[in-house]
Every structure is written in C-alpha cells, then in structure tokens.
C-alpha cells in the first residue's frame, strides 16, 4: 500500500497506459465486452444486493457494470472501500453525476474494517469485487488466507467477483515490469523517495537498479532494486542501514495463477467457482466465486 501515494498513483496512472503493460487492458476489454454475462451472473435470481469493491480506485472498469445494472434496474447499492480518501470522496461526488440514480456510500478505510461497517449498514446480499489481480501481491499463502478472510466476513450464496492475471509467456510477463519507458523503474524508486520525503532519509535512488523477475515455474513475478554500491543510508531515528554492493531490496509480488490454481484456491477457501471471462487473448480472467 505504501507505493500508491500521490506520486505513486501518478506512475501506476501511466504505467497502465504504457505499452507493455497488459493487466488493465484485459480487464477493461473483459468487463466493456461481458458486461451483460457478468451482471446477469451477479444478478443471480434478482434479490437486492450489495455491491461492495475492495480497492476501487477510480472504478473506471466498475462503471461498466454499474451503468448496466441501473439499465437493467436491478436494485442494488455500491459500496466502494479504498484506503485514499481523495479516491473515496472523488467517488462520492462524481459517480452520481455520471451514472443518475447510482445509491452510493463511499467507505474510507482498510478492507475488512470496512466490509464490517458495510455488514452493520445492511443485511442484503453481498457481491464483492476485487479487481486488477491485486490478489498477485500476496504470496500465494497469503492470498489463500486473505480468500478465506473475505469468506469468513460473507453468508452462504454471497459472491466474489475477483480479477487474476494468469500465468502466459515469460517474455510478455517480465516485458509488462521491464517497460521500456522505465515507468515501473521510477514506480520502485519512488518508495525510495518517498521514505527521503516522510521519513527523513538519505537513500541516493541513483545507486540502486531495478531488477525485475518472472519465474514461470512458480508464476512468481518479484521486483526487486540492487545496491550499485557499498552505501550507508540513514532513515530518521534509525541506526545506519549498510548496504553493500549488489545487495537486494525486495520490492513487490505480482503472482501469476493458471486457472486450475485459481478454482482450487476458491475451494480452499469455501468458495465454488461458477464462472471466468476471459478476455481475448486468455491473458487474464475475472472469476466469480459463491460463498458456501
Ligand atoms: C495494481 C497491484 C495489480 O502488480 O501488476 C504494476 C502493480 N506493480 N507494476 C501489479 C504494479 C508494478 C500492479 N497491481
């Protein structure tokens, strides 16, 4: 969460508007060209629901939806959850704008603080949305304990409507964090900076290199940053951190699944998964899961 401060966001805003970088393409392609499937999927047989997203950022992919079930005059609420209170009340003052009629209750906060709140406001039907493969930046154990997390905060018949990039060639991988740009570079550095700017450190991000990685074994995409020196760095109220040359910060997890790791780890996590959408090139899917 650390990386998406005002700069952060910047850079993740160009990040997906580079070339190497799939994920948001896919998932904006999937949800403008399934909309109507994946609402009727929500929409099941047609009790009021909950519409709650885990991270929602500027909902541009939600829009699609939720423009499609006003349409369809399905009666539900939106509840978009994001740690960044500019997100929440950017959302709280546009959307209705945008979308009329839209009922909309922005929560400013952590996930499962919030999808409590959101239980005690109401009693409906619950459909979550996790969009963008955020899941990847687990390790794959965490993110079979945060599954079950968002499980054990559900009822039976409840969904999860959540985004996973899969697991593809290598090459297309490792491209999408090795932009030739260097947005992803500056993405890593800025973490670096931003400890200089609100910790009061010293870290010279000119002597570290981005180093970015894609096992396909494991589907493990790690970006790390490389000392290019033997240095000292000094973080406010902090004893002297060394590093010597060629020494590693690891920065960030971007997981990928196959679609056969995806199911079970909604089993796992008493889930049954009932349905993906797959965009055109199966490079990513948005599963939808049922609480059991
Ligand atoms: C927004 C978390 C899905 O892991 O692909 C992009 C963040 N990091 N490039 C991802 C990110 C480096 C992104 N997520």
């Known amino acids: 969460m650390y990386f998406y401060d005002a700069n952060g966001d910047k850079l993740f805003q160009d990040l997906m508007n580079c070339e190497e970088y799939y994920p948001t393409n896919c998932e904006l392609e999937i949800f403008s060209e399934k909309t109507a499937d994946i609402c009727n999927a929500i929409i099941g047989s047609g009790d009021p629901f909950d519409l709650i997203e885990l991270g929602?950022?500027?909902?541009?992919?939600?829009?699609?939806?939720?423009?499609?079930l006003l349409e369809q005059k399905a009666d539900f609420n939106y509840l978009p959850i994001d740690i960044s209170s500019?997100?929440?009340?950017?959302?709280?003052?546009?959307?209705?704008?945008?979308?009329p009629g839209l009922n909309i209750t922005g929560l400013n906060g952590e996930y499962f603080d919030m999808l409590k709140k959101a239980?005690?406001?109401?009693?409906?039907?619950?459909?979550?949305m996790f969009l963008g493969s955020n899941i990847g930046n687990m390790p794959v154990?965490?993110?079979?304990?945060?599954?079950?997390?968002?499980?054990?905060?559900?009822?039976?018949?409840?969904?999860?409507?959540i985004g996973v990039d899969l697991k593809k060639n290598p090459k297309t991988v490792l491209a999408a964090y090795n932009d030739k740009e260097g947005i992803t570079?500056?993405?890593?550095?800025?973490?670096?900076?931003?400890?200089?700017?609100?910790?009061?450190?010293?870290?010279?991000v000119n002597q570290f290199e981005h180093y970015p990685t894609y096992d396909p074994e494991t589907g493990a995409c790690k970006s790390y940053l490389i000392s290019k020196a033997d240095q000292d760095v000094r973080i406010n109220g902090?004893?002297?951190?060394?590093?010597v040359k060629d020494e590693y910060i690891f920065m960030e997890i971007s997981q990928k699944f196959?679609?056969?790791?995806?199911?079970?780890?909604?089993?796992?996590a008493s889930f049954k998964p009932i349905a993906h959408f797959f965009d055109s090139k199966h490079w990513f899917t948005d599963a939808i899961w049922v609480a059991q």
């Open 185 to 204: 570079k500056r993405f890593n550095l800025n973490l670096l900076e931003r400890i200089n700017r609100e910790l009061n450190a010293n870290f010279d």
């Open 119 to 128: 239980s005690s406001i109401s009693g409906r039907r619950k459909v979550i």
């Open 141 to 161: 154990d965490a993110a079979e304990q945060f599954c079950m997390d968002v499980r054990n905060h559900l009822s039976p018949g409840d969904m999860l409507l």
């Open 238 to 243: 902090m004893e002297t951190i060394h590093f």
């Open 258 to 268: 196959t679609v056969q790791q995806i199911d079970q780890m909604a089993i796992k």
């Open 86 to 99: 500019n997100v929440i009340s950017y959302l709280n003052i546009t959307l209705p704008v945008t979308l």
């Open 56 to 68: 929602a950022g500027d909902a541009t992919k939600s829009t699609y939806l939720l423009k499609y």
